[in-house]
């Protein structure tokens, strides 16, 4: 004998029965894959660790491109290397100056001859040393390996789940000729966050805590402070360019960035925006300045009016 309910409901739980249900299991959802994801993303508290230095923090604002532009900025402003025969091309001018990291090394030796910023990040050398800036980063706990990415992406699967069970109730629903609009509006909500969980970002929060009290310890280098790099010496140049991204290259040395075809008003992901600031390029180490390395980094939605169908 065959037992139907009496109201002919989907799987015997009426439209609103059903939302209320679904929505509390979205929330739990929700915060179970936050949680996750805090836990495989929060990286280690860098206080254990020596400090990184300005180049190490460019890469951790913004990976490898401003970890070159961050170096390259340290080899301008010690008047290393200057502008290309050709637009959008830099050139070694002088000899390696000493005291200056492996990335900018690598930097200087693939300069030797004119090339564009993009063909100097593309020699090996450079790929070399970002590799190692990489891996100490990672080591540190400051950017997230692979596996770790991979691991807080799986926290989106208790979101992606929930969405799934929400297109099985929705095409029952259907199936049985009842009203699903609602549903299909909470799915979709559901499924939109599920895969928005599923974008990890390299830097740990270890890492972006470090980068937000650099940004707070240092300043001074805000582009619209007009900064010189004259004045804050090599490790200040690399600094403002890895704390507030290709803006302090334009506030500094606007017709080198021009030349070398540096993009204008790129922020480091920091949200920092030099819009607005005009410097003219007095304010740059020209080439045959000497500028110091004294500056571093410190460190309920619900269905009413009885509408019984909403959600099958």
């Given at each position: 004998?065959?037992?139907?309910a009496?109201?002919?409901?989907?799987?015997?739980?009426?439209?609103?029965?059903?939302?209320?249900?679904?929505?509390?299991?979205?929330?739990?959802?929700?915060?179970?894959?936050l949680v996750?994801?805090?836990?495989?993303?929060?990286?280690?508290?860098?206080?254990?660790?020596?400090?990184?230095?300005?180049?190490?923090?460019?890469?951790?604002?913004?990976?490898r491109?401003?970890?070159?532009?961050?170096?390259?900025?340290?080899?301008?402003?010690?008047?290393?290397?200057g502008?290309?025969?050709?637009?959008?091309?830099?050139?070694?001018?002088?000899?390696?100056?000493?005291?200056?990291?492996?990335l900018?090394?690598?930097?200087?030796?693939?300069?030797?001859?004119?090339?564009?910023?993009?063909g100097?990040?593309?020699?090996?050398?450079?790929?070399?040393?970002?590799?190692?800036?990489?891996?100490?980063?990672?080591?540190?706990g400051?950017?997230?390996?692979?596996?770790?990415?991979?691991a807080?992406?799986?926290?989106?699967?208790?979101?992606?789940?929930?969405?799934?069970?929400?297109?099985?109730?929705?095409?029952?629903?259907?199936?049985?000729?009842?009203?699903?609009?609602?549903?299909?509006?909470a799915?979709?909500?559901?499924?939109?966050?599920g895969?928005?969980?599923?974008?990890?970002?390299?830097?740990?929060?270890?890492?972006?805590?470090?980068?937000?009290?650099?940004?707070?310890?240092n300043?001074?280098?805000?582009?619209?402070?007009?900064?010189?790099?004259?004045?804050?010496?090599?490790?200040?140049?690399?600094?403002?360019?890895?704390?507030?991204?290709?803006?302090?290259?334009?506030?500094?040395?606007?017709?080198?960035?021009?030349?070398?075809?540096?993009?204008?008003?790129?922020?480091?992901?920091?949200?920092?925006?030099?819009?607005?600031?005009?410097?003219?390029?007095?304010?740059?180490?020209?080439?045959?300045?000497?500028?110091?390395?004294?500056?571093?980094?410190?460190?309920?939605?619900?269905?009413?009016?009885?509408?019984?169908?909403?959600?099958?």
């Amino acid at each position: 004998m065959t037992v139907v309910a009496a109201s002919g409901d989907t799987w015997g739980i009426s439209g609103p029965q059903f939302l209320q249900i679904y929505l509390v299991l979205a929330v739990a959802a929700l915060v179970t894959a936050l949680v996750w994801r805090a836990l495989a993303t929060r990286g280690t508290d860098p206080g254990g660790y020596r400090p990184p230095g300005p180049v190490e923090l460019a890469y951790l604002a913004g990976g490898r491109r401003l970890a070159v532009q961050a170096a390259l900025a340290g080899l301008r402003c010690a008047g290393a290397v200057g502008p290309g025969p050709t637009k959008r091309t830099v050139v070694a001018v002088t000899a390696m100056p000493p005291g200056l990291g492996e990335l900018e090394r690598a930097l200087h030796a693939a300069a030797a001859t004119a090339q564009t910023i993009a063909g100097l990040s593309a020699d090996a050398r450079v790929r070399y040393a970002l590799d190692r800036i990489a891996e100490a980063l990672v080591d540190a706990g400051l950017l997230l390996s692979a596996g770790h990415r991979r691991a807080a992406r799986l926290g989106a699967l208790f979101v992606l789940g929930t969405a799934a069970f929400g297109v099985v109730r929705i095409a029952a629903g259907i199936a049985n000729a009842k009203s699903v609009g609602f549903l299909v509006f909470a799915t979709i909500v559901v499924l939109v966050v599920g895969l928005r969980l599923l974008t990890v970002r390299v830097t740990s929060r270890a890492g972006r805590r470090l980068l937000r009290k650099a940004r707070s310890v240092n300043a001074y280098l805000r582009p619209n402070l007009s900064p010189s790099w004259a004045t804050y010496g090599v490790s200040g140049a690399i600094l403002g360019v890895a704390l507030y991204g290709t803006s302090a290259w334009w506030a500094a040395d606007p017709a080198f960035a021009t030349h070398a075809g540096i993009a204008a008003a790129t922020s480091s992901g920091s949200g920092y925006s030099g819009g607005g600031n005009s410097c003219s390029s007095s304010s740059s180490c020209s080439g045959g300045s000497s500028c110091s390395s004294s500056s571093s980094c410190s460190g309920g939605s619900s269905c009413g009016g009885g509408s019984s169908g909403c959600g099958g």
